[in-house]
């Protein structure tokens, strides 16, 4: 057990982005369904500490977290070097994570260059926007505020792909077999695109001891089977699973 500080004495306030498998909920109430909604009461269950999740869009938790609203930033969110300038990060990390090019089975982009040209959309908010409107100019990237929007325009037609993390990608795919998602192979050429990045809970900047409380969690979890588990659990496929635990 760790003892650190939260907004409400007990209690883990989380915004969370909701986005299936990451993390997925119908209402404020719940239900709460989801990789981190396995992990993050766990976690926050051997702290002494319930959850209050709060499910919102990936723009709106940062925000709710930056405003200090919230503790902690749910829904396996990529590290990166713009987060730790506002938020505290692990200094380890739950799970990997690579883009994933999501599109028509007939399609089945699986380079960069292969959508140059094409129409792309993505997520508000994203790691993901700078690079890719700077491999396909601004003019070609679209963003959305959620998941379900992205996949129905590319349905639709507006847009030829959708760019996006690969585990939110096989969420649909594995439902819809017209449609097809892609993990890229490193290019050097694009190194931001392509690089394997690594998942965790941004949370309070300055609180130490929630950090230490994270990776100590993070270490246990991956070590004893129980991030295994939550994958499988969320039907991820055993060869997906290896990638987002151990990394190419």
Not at 44 to 53: G, Q, R
Not at 97 to 120: C, H, M, N, P, W
Not at 194 to 205: G, Q, R, S
Request: negative net charge; glycine residues 8%.
């Amino acid at each position: 057990m760790h003892e650190f500080p939260t907004i409400e004495s007990g209690v883990l306030t989380v915004a969370a982005m909701n986005a299936a498998p990451k993390f997925h909920a119908l209402s404020d109430s719940g239900p709460f369904s989801g990789i981190d909604a396995i992990l993050i009461p766990e976690f926050a269950a051997e702290n002494c500490l319930t959850v209050k999740f709060k499910p919102m869009t990936g723009a709106a938790a940062q925000l709710d977290l930056r405003e200090g609203k919230s503790d902690m930033f749910g829904g396996l969110i990529l590290k990166t070097p713009e987060r730790a300038e506002v938020f505290a990060q692990a200094e380890g990390s739950i799970l990997y994570e690579t883009l994933g090019f999501t599109s028509a089975k007939d399609d089945a982009y699986d380079t960069v260059d292969s959508l140059q040209g094409k129409r792309i959309g993505t997520l508000s908010g994203s790691y993901y926007v700078a690079p890719l409107q700077a491999a396909y100019g601004a003019e070609n990237v679209e963003e959305y505020q959620s998941d379900s929007n992205a996949f129905e325009d590319l349905k639709a037609g507006r847009i030829d792909a959708v760019a996006w993390q690969s585990i939110q990608g096989f969420n649909f795919t594995d439902r819809d077999s017209d449609y097809v998602t892609k993990i890229l192979a490193d290019e050097p050429g694009y190194p931001e695109l392509t690089v394997l990045l690594e998942n965790n809970w941004p949370h309070t900047k300055g609180n130490t001891a929630m950090t230490a409380a994270i990776d100590d969690y993070y270490e246990r979890a991956k070590a004893d089977g129980t991030v295994a588990r939550a994958l499988e659990e969320n039907s991820i496929s055993e060869l997906a699973a290896d990638l987002y635990i151990n990394g190419r």
